[in-house]
């Protein structure tokens, strides 16, 4: 995003709101939506949903992370990154009218535990 579009979020100044606490609520909310979202996904019960938003002066823009856990067997990543994407559209939807260029990229799993297939972690690239 522009680096004008990230101060106009700092500072609260976004003209729908508090831009990150919308778009971690949207996130946890996606979490728990998927498997009405994504064909073949089944629908799980989730003991853990959070979502980072985290300032990148750098890129310009926002990191958003999300956590999820399960107490069941099977994987959790289809929540996780539906949690992240959502909450990456919430963001550009609540600053498009600011910054329509605004680019949403990097989205993966980076790590995973438990399971059949036990710990995962992603290799840096």
């Known amino acids: 995003m522009k680096p004008e579009t990230l101060t106009l979020i700092r500072e609260g100044n976004a003209k729908k709101g508090d831009v990150i606490g919308t778009a971690r609520l949207a996130g946890i909310l996606a979490a728990k939506q998927t498997s009405n979202l994504i064909p073949l996904c089944h629908p799980l019960m989730l003991t853990k949903v959070s979502v980072d938003i985290s300032e990148d002066a750098a890129l310009p ?31 550009y939807d609540m600053c498009k009218a600011a910054d329509r260029g605004m680019v ?4 993966r799993v980076l790590e995973k535990r438990g399971g059949k297939s036990g710990r995962w972690v992603a290799t840096a690239d």
């Not at 926002?62 to 949690?83: D, F, I, N, P």
């Not at 949403?104 to 989205?107: L, N, Y």
């Open 61 to 91: 823009g926002l990191r958003v992370q999300a956590t999820v856990k399960l107490s069941g067997k099977t994987g959790v990543e289809m929540e996780a990154l539906t949690s992240v994407q959502v909450g990456l559209l919430t963001i």
């Open 104 to 107: 949403m990229e990097g989205i």
